[in-house]
């Protein structure tokens, strides 16, 4: 049984009985011939009878759900394609001598079988409903009574990239209130319950390793990561053009849809509730969200946390991490597709700056200029300030990380949960960075986005201010 399954089997076998007539021919003695035949005999009984095999899953699989949950005609064919591709080409990766292996998150440890699962996963818009329309059936609960509304208390966290949006994720993610997408959900994001439930028993692990942008920050499997605008680029409106990104405000339609998925994401049916246990609440981390700060503010009960980091040294990080992915990117093209699949524009081949800022920048600068990220940054943060109607919360990372346990307390006590704060301060670190001289911007920039900066610090909307002593600009 052992040689049945095994990965070169197949194909050893198929070329056995593909090669008999000059095997036949060759063999010398009418003995040998006979063992010949004998042998291949064995060999096309056992391919048909695990042909019959897999068919007969194959169709269980297909045909079972498709009749219990009584689809339309068009769900159906879509099922049927969909679930027979992605059951054969899981079949294929776990029987793959590499998926035993330790695996390491960088773009260039992809497979090309695995490539192509994300392609199918997070590139055609159809597979992309129909994945989440099967999430829906499998994992949504039929009711959800108030006390278990993901709605109430969901924590959107965002800024401009390399802000410390990351780092605030990653401490929140530690409250055991919250529950967000992590990077085993990859890459079927819109259907993280089901895709678990494939895989179970086959996990990938491994050790945790240094993201792709070599900043320090370690992620495993089960790190969490800003994958949620997958499903925005799914259900919502977005206007790419070469030189912006924007959207539309989500529609009635779609926040119904992203209640669904912000429920699948924290408390799905099949994870029930012990008696007595709070329903998590829906935790992401999405720098798009900058464009959908109208939508999300509305909802009272939920909470928008919008990072922002010292001018200077977030220009210098965004410029210098524009250069790391430009150089990847012309390596692999397959990393520019694959953050291309989770609307990651903040840099590289394929950066596109928010629309909002796009007009107020200066369009002699170039991403490859030191000046245009800080351009972008005052951009960014000025249109922030202009938004004085909105119910969002601002957080200092440079105060955040100087004085974590204070700060700690500050968002808790706004988050209303409670946690170990000496133990997440701890992953608050101060960034290592050398220090970015002023002298580097064009003096004009400089002086426009520190004094945007000191708005921003002055502002009634920071969120540790009521909390902290006073900070220097």
């Not at 089960?222 to 030189?243: H, Y």
Request: hydrophobic share 45%; glycine share 4%.
């Amino acid at each position: 049984m052992r040689r049945v399954v095994a990965w070169r089997w197949p194909s050893a076998g198929l070329q056995e009985i593909l090669t008999l007539p000059r095997a036949f021919e060759q063999a010398k003695g009418d003995d040998a011939r006979q063992a010949l035949l004998l042998r291949t005999g064995r060999i096309t009984l056992i391919y048909s009878l695990f042909g019959l095999a897999l068919f007969t899953g194959l169709a269980a699989l297909v045909y079972l759900p498709s009749w219990t949950l009584d689809w339309s005609v068009n769900q159906n064919a879509a099922y049927l394609v969909m679930v027979s591709v992605v059951a054969a080409l899981w079949w294929l990766l776990r029987r793959a001598p590499s998926a035993k292996k330790e695996v390491k998150r960088t773009y260039g440890n992809y497979s090309p079988l695995q490539r192509w699962l994300h392609w199918l996963a997070l590139e055609p818009a159809v597979v992309r409903h129909l994945a989440f329309d099967l999430e829906r059936q499998f994992a949504l609960p039929k009711q959800r009574s108030q006390d278990l509304d993901p709605s109430d208390g969901a924590v959107y966290v965002c800024g401009l990239a390399r802000s410390g949006t990351t780092i605030l994720l990653r401490v929140l993610d530690q409250v055991a209130a919250f529950k967000s997408l992590s990077y085993r959900d990859m890459p079927f994001v819109l259907a993280p319950n089901l895709w678990r439930r494939i895989v179970l028993g086959n996990a990938t692990h491994a050790a945790a390793t240094e993201r792709a942008h070599g900043d320090g920050i370690l992620v495993d499997f089960d790190s969490p990561e800003a994958f949620e605008e997958v499903f925005w680029r799914t259900f919502g409106i977005q206007r790419l053009s070469k030189d912006s990104i924007d959207v539309e405000q989500p529609s009635p339609e779609a926040m119904a849809n992203f209640a669904d998925y912000r429920a699948l994401v924290a408390n799905p049916k099949l994870g029930s509730l012990p008696r007595g246990c709070d329903a998590k609440r829906y935790l992401s981390k999405n720098n798009n969200n900058l464009l959908r700060l109208d939508a999300l503010s509305a909802d009272p009960t939920a909470t928008v946390l919008l990072v922002y980091r010292d001018p200077l040294a977030t220009a210098r990080s965004l410029h210098r991490q524009h250069l790391r992915y430009c150089a990847l990117q012309k390596q692999d093209t397959f990393a520019q597709r694959y953050m291309g699949w989770l609307g990651h524009y903040e840099f590289g081949l394929d950066h596109r700056p928010f629309a909002f800022a796009s007009y107020r920048m200066d369009k002699s600068y170039t991403p490859t200029d030191l000046n245009y990220w800080l351009d972008y940054w005052n951009a960014v943060y000025s249109h922030v300030l202009s938004q004085s109607y909105l119910r969002v919360h601002l957080v200092n990372h440079t105060v955040l990380c100087a004085q974590p346990t204070a700060s700690l307390e500050a968002l808790f006590h706004v988050l209303g949960v409670t946690a170990d704060i000496g133990g997440l301060a701890t992953l608050l670190v101060t960034s290592k960075n050398a220090l970015v001289q002023p002298d580097e911007f064009a003096p004009e920039l400089v002086q426009k986005a520190l004094s945007t900066h000191r708005s921003l610090q002055a502002s009634n909307k920071n969120l540790l201010a009521t909390f902290l002593l006073p900070q220097s600009p």
